[in-house]
T-cell receptor, first 113, second 113 residues
Framework: GENVEQHPSTLSVQEGDSAVIKCTYSDSASNYFPWYKQELGKRPQLIIDIRSNVGEKKDQRIAVTLNKTAKHFSLHITETQPEDSAVYFCAASRSGGSYIPTFGRGTSLIVHP | DSGVTQTPKHLITATGQRVTLRCSPRSGDLSVYWYQQSLDQGLQFLIQYYNGEERAKGNILERFSAQQFPDLHSELNLSSLELGDSALYFC????????????FGSGTQLSVL
């Protein structure tokens, strides 16, 4: 099955800095890569996703890049704000057929004011 | 609010007991997923149902079982509970069997004493 590794487990930045979270996946057939944000005590929520036919996607201050050859994808947050503090999960899956979304173990992002 | 409803929010029970967690998906969503979230373990996939049928199975213990009813709500049954079963259990839903975007409920915090 799919295996997703996520790094770092904890990331501490100053407000206004950029933050980068990286994930690698094992199944070359995976073609959909979402990112979820989980604030303390709340549910995970989808913040951005990317498909394997796209190398980069951006939505305001967040962007995701995908390198299919290397089987890794990254979340980039620019101009971080304290409200960006949360646990971020990457996931990998394959659309079509049996679908089991596999998540990374999460990155705790702390943005210091 | 994601539209996914989970009850109860908190559950405290003793070892050896049996509990039932309930999930109502978003209106129109046919797929229900169950995830277990423990400290430092991320989101562990348990099981998926689509339109009443089991579609995919993860690392779900034999002491655990689930079902999806004709009205599409789902129940996760945990029996012979052990201390290690203490965790946050999330339900998520999506429109189809292979839809990538998951909408999570608020979770049920299970404490086994």
């Amino acid at each position: 099955g799919e295996n997703v590794e996520q790094h770092p487990s904890t990331l501490s930045v100053q407000e206004g800095d950029s933050a980068v979270i990286k994930c690698t996946y094992s199944d070359s057939a995976s073609n959909y890569f979402p990112w979820y944000k989980q604030e303390l005590g709340k549910r995970p929520q989808l913040i951005i996703d990317i498909r394997s036919n796209v190398g980069e996607k951006k939505d305001q201050r967040i962007a995701v890049t995908l390198n299919k050859t290397a089987k890794h994808f990254s979340l980039h947050i620019t101009e971080t704000q304290p409200e960006d503090s949360a646990v971020y999960f990457c996931a990998a899956s394959r659309s079509g057929g049996s679908y089991i979304p596999t998540f990374g173990r999460g990155t705790s992002l702390i943005v210091h004011p | 609010d994601s539209g996914v409803t989970q009850t109860p929010k908190h559950l405290i029970t003793a070892t050896g007991q049996r509990v039932t967690l309930r999930c109502s998906p978003r209106s129109g969503d046919l797929s229900v997923y169950w995830y277990q979230q423990s400290l430092d373990q991320g989101l562990q996939f348990l099981i998926q149902y689509y339109n009443g049928e089991e579609r995919a199975k993860g690392n779900i213990l034999e002491r655990f079982s689930a079902q999806q009813f004709p009205d599409l709500h789902s129940e996760l049954n945990l029996s012979s509970l052990e201390l290690g079963d203490s965790a946050l259990y999330f339900c998520a839903s999506s429109p189809g069997p292979n839809n990538e975007k998951l909408f999570f409920g608020s979770g049920t915090q299970l404490s086994v004493l």
